[in-house]
Structures are given as C-alpha cells and as structure tokens.
C-alpha cells in the first residue's frame, strides 16, 4: 500500500455540489497538507494541520474547509463546487524534528473536474 | 511571502547530456525541498537540502542559503528524467514545515 493514499483519483462534479476529497497516511508523521496544482502555477497551499488540534489556513483556503479525523487521516471538503475549482489535489505528509524528517511525501492526486 | 523563481522554465535535452536547474528565493530559509512530478502526475522527493550539497545516483543538490538560492544537477540525463522539477523552501518560525513552491523547470529528454 501507497505510504500516502488518496481517494478518489479522478472525479467529476457539478457546479453547487459538496465534494469530499479523502487523505490518509501510513508514515505516523504529525503534519498533513493540502495543495492545489494549476497549469503553470506550481502547487498552492490550501490548508495544513501540524496535529490532530492544530489546523491552520494555507494562501488559497477560500471555498474550502478541511478535517483532521486522525493523526491518519486529513480531508478536503469543496462546500459548493465551482468550475474555477478544476484542479489536481495533492495530500502531502512530513514528520517534525530535525532535517530529513522534514521531507515531505505526496500522495498520487485527485484530478477533480466541476462542470 | 517568500518568492520562489525557477529558471529555466523549459528544458530540452538529448539524452545523456548534464544541466543545472536553478532556484532562486526571495528570504532566509531552513527547509528547502527539490521534487520531480513524472509525465503521469506523481510527485516524488528528491532532495532536503535547506543547505550544503547531497547526492543521489546522477542527481545532486547544492545550496548556498547566505545567496540565497540553489541548483539542481542532473548527469548523464535519461528520458525516465523527463517531467516537471519543483523547487519549494519554508521559512523559519512556526511555520518551518509549510513549503512554498516555484513554479517548476519542465524538462524533456529525447532519446
């Protein structure tokens, strides 16, 4: 099993629908992020979660909630699905403490369309 | 916020040749991360290397954070090399684990 899992992979919504995008890691690591990739654009913070109690907006949140379920577990909600909201949605882990444990590791993407 | 510029943007190579990718930011850093996303998306790390110089195989990384940018070097390229490279940093303080990505170097190597 992937250390960084993300479902679904690919999905398709309309325009006003609640959407949940799902992350969860098999690491142990405390930290968990959400980034948005556009065409051109690198990859933008959503929201990241340093542990369970600890969940703080990233450069892009609006539009977008999240919950940290578990130390695993971290999931992106679209409340009301708008098409500039097509994108590929990273979920990424990295532990704390000193230098390499600060590596991150990204699960495989969600591309989600809204039409 | 830090500002992070990649150069080139674009990058075609013959399969077997060397470059250097280039990151440049905008501030202090303590957390500096190279990754390549392949042709189908994924996002692998290829380095930490908030400063100093680490190699990998045919890939090495080399920062210098008093100048404050830092390069990437890929020997004897193979089309597997081929994809977007990502340079992203994160400051200090609190926030040290949140990375700001550039906007990537998108190579190609032709066989």
């Known amino acids: 099993d992937a250390d960084v899992t993300q479902t679904p992979r690919n999905r398709i919504t309309k325009t006003g629908k609640r959407i949940m995008l799902e992350c969860s890691q098999t690491?142990?690591?405390?930290?968990m992020y959400w980034y948005r990739q556009d065409p051109g654009l690198g990859l933008r913070l959503i929201y990241y979660?340093?542990?369970?109690?600890?969940?703080n907006k990233g450069e892009i949140s609006d539009g977008y909630s999240v919950s940290r379920q578990a130390q695993a577990k971290f999931s992106l909600s679209l409340e009301s699905a708008i098409p500039n909201q097509t994108a590929l949605y990273f979920c990424?882990?990295?532990?704390?403490?000193?230098?390499?444990?600060?590596?991150?590791?990204f699960g495989s993407g969600t591309r989600l369309t809204v039409v | 916020g830090i500002q992070v510029e990649q150069s080139p943007p674009d990058l075609i190579l013959q399969e077997g040749a060397n470059s250097t990718l280039r990151c440049n930011f905008s501030?202090?850093?303590?957390?500096l991360q190279w990754f390549h996303q392949n042709p189908w998306g994924q996002l692998i790390n290829l380095f930490y290397?908030?400063?100093g110089t680490k190699q990998n195989g045919r890939l090495s990384a080399t920062t210098v954070a008093t100048e404050r940018y830092s390069l990437l070097y890929i020997s004897s390229s193979q089309t597997t090399d081929s994809g977007v490279y990502f340079c992203?940093?994160?400051?200090?303080?609190?926030?040290?684990?949140?990375?700001?990505f550039g906007k990537g170097t998108k190579l190609s190597v032709k066989p």
């Open positions: 990424a882990t990295s532990g704390r403490g000193q230098g390499s444990n600060y590596g991150y590791t």
């Open positions: 690491k142990g690591h405390d930290r």
């Open positions: 979660s340093f542990d369970v109690k600890d969940i």
């Open positions: 501030d202090s850093v303590n957390n």
């Open positions: 290397i908030p400063s």
């Open positions: 992203a940093v994160g400051g200090n303080g609190g926030s040290q684990g949140n990375l700001i």
